[in-house]
Structure formats: C-alpha cells, structure tokens
C-alpha cells in the first residue's frame, strides 16, 4: 500500500509540473470545457432535465464557438499569457472580462445561426455564469493544490506559533506555506482581538490569547513563539517573552517596520528576541523636509565620528546629501570602518576623513579655517563613567577643553548650526561624566550668546548597540558562562536605539534655538535588573546574576531633566526644551587636570553650580 501511495504521489507531481510547464495551453483547454459543460448543463436546466428535447448538434456548434471565442477574448485579456499570478484577483478579473465577451458574442451569433438558434437563449447567458464559475473553481483547485504541495515539511521543520493575525502574520504565514524549503511550519494562531476568533490563514487556525500560549503550544507540539507584530512595544515582546519561557518555547519577532525593506514580510526576515526589542521599539517618523534645508547641500563636520552615535551620524546625514561630510576622529581605524560603512570602501584616502584629536588646538583651528564648515555635529568626548572617576583630569582634557576648543574654532569660522551632543547624566550631575558634560551644555550655551549662529545641546540617556554600552557586557558575560554583573536590583536606565536617538538629534538641530539643551524622550526607564533576567532566561545555559553595589558616582535612577528644567514641548512631542545657564570659558581653563583625582572631581561639581553669568555683552 505504502508503495501505490508512493507512486500516485508521484504520478499527481509529474502531472502537476506538466501542467504548470504547459500552462496557457492547458487553461485554454480547460476553460473551452468548462464552456461545454456549462452550455450543456444550462441547456439541459432550461428543458426542465428533458435530454430528449437538446440539439446535440447544436450545442457542439456553440460549444466550438465558445472555445474560439473564449481562447481569443483570454489571449485579449492576458489570461494565457503569463500576464497575471495564477489565481489572483487580476486573473479572476481578467476571466470574467472574457467571458462576458465571450457571452455577448454567443448570444449574438446564437440569434442569427442559420437553421434556427443552436441552444435557447437563456442558455447562453446562464451558461455564461456556470462556466465563469466553473473556470474559478478549477483555478482555485489548481493553485491550492499547489500551494498544498509547496509546503514545509519533515521532521526538521520547526514548529511555531504565531501570535498576530494582522498583516504581519498574514504575510509571514503566507511566506512559510509558499516555501518549501521554510525551516517553519506555522501550526497555529494566536491573538488578543475576539473578532479574530474563527479565523484562518492559509489553512492556520486562530486558537485562542495569549493566555493560550501554553496550552497551544502543548497540543500542536509547537517549539517557538513568533511575534509576528512590526509595532509591538516592549510591554508586548517582554510579556509574550516571559509567557513562551514559561511554555519552553523560544521567541522569535519580526523586525521594527522601519527595519523591513519595502514593508513586506517574508521568512528571512523572522530572528531571534533582541535586547532592542525587550527594550523598546519606538516608531519616530522622522520630518526630512524640515531638516534638508539645513544639510542638504551643505558643508557638514561630525567630531567623534568613528563613535557608535558620530558614525550613525554620519550615516544618516550622508543620505541626506551635503556638499561635503568632515568626519573627525583621533582613532584611525575608527575613521575606516566609518568609511566602509558609508561607501563601501575604506582606502582612507578620501578628504572626508580627518585624524585629528580635538585637544589640538593649533591643527583644530587649522582645519576649521582650511574646511569652513556651516553645521557642526560635536560627539567626541570620553565617556565611561568608572574610569573617568579615575582620572577625571582627562575629562578636563577632553569633554571640557575639548569641547571648548570646538566650539570657538567653530565660532571663528563662522559656523551657522552647533549641536552639542550630551548625557542625561548632566541633568542634575553627580558623577565626573555628569560634571563635564554638564559644564560642555553651558559652554555651548555661553557661545551661543556670542555668535551669529545657532549653537544649542542635545541630551539624552543609553544607546542600545553603542560601543562598551552595557547590554554588551552583559552579553559578553553569557558568552563566557557567567555571572550577570549588576550593580543594584533597584538601577533603573532610559535606552534609546542608535539610530532612533541620532534621528532625534537631527531633527533637534533644524528646530532647536540658541543656547538650549533639547533632551529626547527616552520613554519609561528600564529595571536593570529585569533585562539582566530576560537575557539571562534565553541564554543557552544557566547564568547567574549578581549584584556588585552601585560604583562611585553611579545613580540608582537617572533623570533626563534636572532640577528646576520645565518639560516644555513647543515643537516637538518627543523634544523637551531646556535653558542652559551660560559659563565663561575663564572660569573652565582655571580647572587644573594634573592635581589629584579628588580635588579635580570638586572643582567638577563647583564649576557646575557656578553663579549663572549675566549681563552679557551682546552680540
């Protein structure tokens, strides 16, 4: 038995891809038969079942003049010339286009037939619908006997839920049913909305909420979870995390829509849970109009540009043409593989590319009299905050002078846009890089009030991806085995994806006025502690968590506005506006870097506080 099954298995392929091989011609084939037993069945309806009263002759007649005209009217129509996706809307409108032709011409040559009509007239209209009918019947037969036989199979093939039954699942489970080489097998259906209940995806039931996770996954021995929702929150995707954990299924999304390339969904774009995911995944639709205008064609300088935020900057102002990009880093290899990104090559020849350390003085000034740029992007600065306690001298060095010295070769250059870019740790600073980058915000705020051009800071917290970042070291501490380093199971952190927070700070800086430090809505902040847990849950092996107390200068809870900063939004929703008290540069070069770490990290925190200048001069 197994033997016969096995050769009509076969028998039905080979006749399948012939059929496909000779398509055209065997619709054609098939709908001049459709066209006879339509004619004949409405002819036989029309005499009441009465096969004694049909004009067989008659109806052979009209029979061949509906397989001409029918071949005609669908080579006409594009119905056997490859022009429409078998069974498609298209080809169905196609099909009915042709038959009525087809029809309208019967009717006519069925009036004037010498000898007397060849079939009544009723049927050829009917006839008419029963063969429109029947060639739709034979093409959605046809194309689910086929997509039936295009489906994954084997014991290799992964069994999975998909939670989503909107487009996203739609498309994903159409993309898996229609490979047969998926590594998934979709098997059932999950989703929140009660109007959903009954439905079906390709043969996939919804079966029940997510509060079925487990018991779905018990019945149909599915082995992931798929959220197959673009927009999901980090609520969602964290919820669902913990709800598959709990079912012993792994989890698997579907990309952030602006990951997904032309908006549609298809197996490759299925991976693993990210840390981005459980963090957060905003939707920032970016205004391009309202930012060309102050880069476009213009001559643009990102410092720090080999940085994860200076290279994503990069990036993205390249797409929007200036005249010419000015990318600054002391670090060369950082400079290649900034250009390797951006051009797809990094022969480290281009003129776009600087080695330059900001604290150089004399060849900063040089370069910004030589290049002239008009909108300057400042990332360059120290910033892992453990070893800046160590050595804040350096900070000095750096996020202080450094910036310093930007921002006035910037000035004597005659620079009409500064974006400074800087740290929640500068609202209400209690570290040395808090300190610094809270003197940096009032520096730039003094210079604004000095020059022609707009000068103003943007703020925000964690960047997910950034190198050195947190979630990396996590990371790299499950890789090794084990255990989670974290400081406190209180610690709370606001996270930002690289490219949302460069997004941001691009639009800030077309819209942002001077002397203001714009801070960016990181969202709700996130417990440490919770994506140390999560992380932890999908490593491959147990990890253990420890907590190792919170470093000097370390908050429990960051802010991202400090004391006495209203959250005003005149402009954008996710923009908060903040004045910055201005700072005179005298008061920043009597910091004294080479004394001991303790005495520069007062001078920090007094500098700071300083008295807000007034009375200054204009400009």
């Keep these: ?83 429409f996706r078998f069974g498609s809307f298209e080809e169905v409108a196609g099909l009915i286009v042709a038959t009525m032709l ?33 060639m739709g019947g034979v093409r959605y037969t046809w194309r689910l006997l086929w997509e039936r036989r295009r489906r994954p199979t084997g014991d290799d093939c992964e069994r999975i839920l998909v939670f989503g039954a909107g487009d996203g699942g739609a498309q994903v489970i159409s993309a898996m049913m229609a490979d047969p080489q998926s590594p998934y097998l979709p098997v059932a259906l999950l989703d929140d909305n009660p109007a959903k209940r009954n439905l079906r995806i390709k043969g996939v039931r919804v079966v029940g909420t997510r509060d079925q996770i487990g018991e779905a996954a018990f019945s149909h021995r599915a082995r992931s979870l798929l959220i197959a929702i673009p927009t999901a929150s980090a609520e969602l995707v964290s919820e669902l995390t913990d709800r598959a954990l709990g079912a012993d299924l792994t ?43 102050y880069l476009t064609g213009r001559r643009v300088m990102v410092t720090g540009a080999g940085g994860s935020i200076g290279s994503e900057l990069c990036r993205q102002v390249h797409r929007l043409g200036p005249s010419e990009l000015i990318m600054v880093d ?53 910033k892992h905050q453990p070893l800046l306690e160590q050595y804040p001298g350096e900070a000095v060095k750096s996020n ?43 520096l730039t705020a003094y210079v604004a009030s000095q020059t022609e051009g707009t000068y103003l800071s943007v703020r925000f917290g964690n960047v997910l991806g950034s190198r050195g970042s947190m979630l990396g ?70 990890v253990d968590i420890v907590y190792t107390g919170l470093r000097p200068g370390e908050k429990l809870h960051e802010v991202l506005l400090g004391e006495g900063e209203p959250d ?34 007062e001078q920090l925190r007094q500098l700071c506080t300083a008295t807000v200048v007034t009375g200054l001069p204009p400009r």
Excluded at 251 to 261: A, D, M, N, Q
Excluded at 403 to 426: H, Q
Aim: net charge negative; aromatic share 6%; with cysteine.
């Design 330 to 382: 002391r670090d060369e290899s950082a400079l290649h593989a900034v250009q390797l990104s951006i051009e797809g090559r990094a022969l480290l020849d281009s003129p776009d590319l600087v080695l330059l350390d900001i604290r150089d003085r004399p060849r900063l000034n040089q370069v910004f009299a030589e290049r002239r740029p008009e909108v300057v992007f400042h990332a360059a600065a120290l």
């Design 251 to 293: 989890v698997k999304v579907l990309p952030p829509v602006r990951e997904l390339f032309g908006g549609d969904v298809g197996v490759a774009d299925i991976r693993e849970v990210t840390e981005a995911d459980l963090l957060g995944r905003h939707e920032i639709a970016i205004d391009l109009a309202s930012i060309a205008n």
């Design 568 to 601: 005003d939004r005149p402009v954008h929703p996710l923009v908060s506006h903040v004045r910055v008290p201005p700072l005179y540069p005298e008061d920043a070069y009597r910091l004294e870097p080479s004394e001991p770490a303790a005495v520069v990290i």
């Design 1 to 83: 038995m197994a033997a016969i099954s096995a050769l009509r298995e076969r028998r039905s392929a080979v006749l399948l891809r012939l059929a496909v091989q000779y398509r055209p011609i065997v619709q054609a084939g098939m709908d001049a038969a459709a066209w006879a037993v339509a004619l004949l069945f409405a002819t036989v309806v029309r005499y009441d079942f009465d096969l004694d009263e049909v004009d067989l002759r008659g109806w052979v007649v009209i029979g061949v003049l509906a397989a001409i005209t029918q071949t005609l009217a669908g080579l006409g129509c594009g119905l056997y010339t490859g022009r």
């Design 473 to 542: 070291t996590f990371h790299a501490q499950i890789d090794a085995g084990g255990p989670i380093t974290v400081t406190h199971p209180e610690v709370s952190r606001y996270f930002m994806t690289i490219e949302e927070a460069v997004q941001l700070v691009i639009q800030a800086g077309a819209f942002g006025r001077d002397g203001e430090a714009l801070v960016l809505d990181m969202g709700q902040p996130v417990m440490i502690a919770d994506v140390a847990r999560r992380l932890a849950e999908l490593a491959e092996r147990p």
């Design 102 to 134: 087809t029809t309208t011409v019967l009717f006519g040559l069925n009036l004037v037939a010498p000898g007397g009509q060849a079939v009544p007239k009723s049927a050829v209209v009917a006839g008419g619908v029963t063969a429109t009918v029947l």
């Design 400 to 442: 202080v002078w450094g910036t310093l010295a930007v921002l006035e070769a910037a000035a004597a250059a005659g620079v009409t846009r500064f974006v400074n870019i800087s740290t929640d740790k500068a609202a209400d600073p209690c570290s040395v890089l808090g300190y610094s980058k809270r003197i940096a915000e009032r």
